[in-house]
């Protein structure tokens, strides 16, 4: 993969994230890339990561990412945009 591709990526899971049924699917898709591929694409979109890291890593870490900010879009719908304090 190329860097123009691995800036593809990023590019497409940042405009799908916060929403599972665009972002998911790309996921899936890189459940095939290869483990550098993971990693570069992972630490572009989250934070740097070793080149060492695993393949697991890498996706937990992308996933981890859309997962908090829907976590939070959670919680803000439920105090209806208010602070909770």
């Known amino acids: ?45 989250v934070s740097p990561m070793a080149a060492s890291s695993s393949k697991k890593s890498a996706i937990e870490r992308i996933l981890k990412r859309h997962q908090n900010l829907m976590s939070f879009k959670r919680k803000q719908k439920a105090v209806g945009g208010r602070s909770a304090a």
């Open 1 to 45: 993969m190329t860097d123009d591709q691995i800036a593809v990526y990023v590019s497409r899971l940042e405009q799908a994230l916060g929403d599972d049924e665009k972002f998911l699917p790309i996921l899936e898709e890189l459940n095939n890339a290869a483990v550098a591929e993971l990693v570069a694409i992972a630490s572009k979109f």
